[in-house]
């Protein structure tokens, strides 16, 4: 069977979702310049901040989609882009110089290969925090899942064919890799994407990592998305 994605493509759409992010979202778009990307959209959940006044000046097409809900917003983006691959970045990210090209080389060769994310590491210099990224990219490689904060990018047939992101309360991205898994291939390219360590410096690392392992576990096992973000908000300040 002919592979609807098959052959050449000529666009990277990059999506990011914000709420708030007017701090961290300069240097995530910064990552993104340069980058040969088709567009960038801003996907704002109703900011106080200057966020999306920041995305604006810095190029990007903006958004709005209130209240803010992850899936939601990232869905709005998806369905906006005009490009054949569509690369979701969070705010408080920064993407590796090469990761648009990194993308189009990895999708131009592995037809396939319907989307991926890259590894990571924390904007932290600390000998535990790179133990933590390690063991989440050895994670994602043994079992193919897809996180967010990685740089998740999908071939826009797969997501269109998918609905894209459920309206999940949590793990959306994990769910989307899940049932990517069903029409494809999954990569994780070396990257790496930096993320933000706020979430490890608010609630502690250990108890971080923590709540992350169990709440990708308890989906494993079938747990419902509500319960599980119900759990994961009562062990922490929230997500």
């Known amino acids: 069977m002919e592979l609807p994605w ?44 200057r966020t999306a006044a920041l995305a604006r000046e810095a190029g990007a097409f903006v958004l709005s989609v209130v209240p803010a809900q992850r ?28 990761a648009v090209p990194s993308i189009e080389r990895l999708l131009a060769h592995s037809p396939n290969v319907v989307g991926g994310c890259f590894a990571m590491k924390l904007h932290r210099r600390s000998g535990f925090y790179r133990l933590i990224t390690r063991g989440g990219d050895l994670y994602c490689r043994m079992t193919r899942t897809l996180f967010s904060d990685r740089g998740l990018f999908v071939r ?21 890799g899940r ?23 608010r609630d502690g690392p250990v108890l971080t990592a923590a709540r992350i392992a169990i709440a990708c576990l308890l989906f494993q096992c079938g747990f ?6 119900d759990l994961y908000q009562r062990t922490g300040s929230g997500t």
């Open 6 to 49: 098959r052959g050449a493509f000529a666009i990277v759409s990059i999506v990011i979702p914000t709420l708030n992010e007017e701090c961290l979202l300069p240097s995530c778009l910064a990552s993104v310049e340069g980058q040969g990307a088709g567009e960038v959209i801003v996907v704002d959940g109703g900011s106080k901040d």
């Open 71 to 98: 899936a939601a917003q990232a869905n709005a983006g998806a369905h906006r882009a005009t490009g054949d691959v569509i690369l979701f970045v969070d705010a408080d990210c920064r993407l590796p110089h090469d």
């Open 156 to 176: 826009r047939h797969a997501f269109e064919a998918l609905g894209g992101f459920r309206s999940l309360p949590i793990m959306e991205d994990v769910d989307l």
């Open 179 to 201: 049932r990517l898994r069903r029409l494809g291939q999954l990569h994780m390219l070396p990257g790496p994407v930096v993320a933000s360590a706020r979430r490890f410096q």
């Open 224 to 229: 419902r998305p509500e319960r599980i973000a």
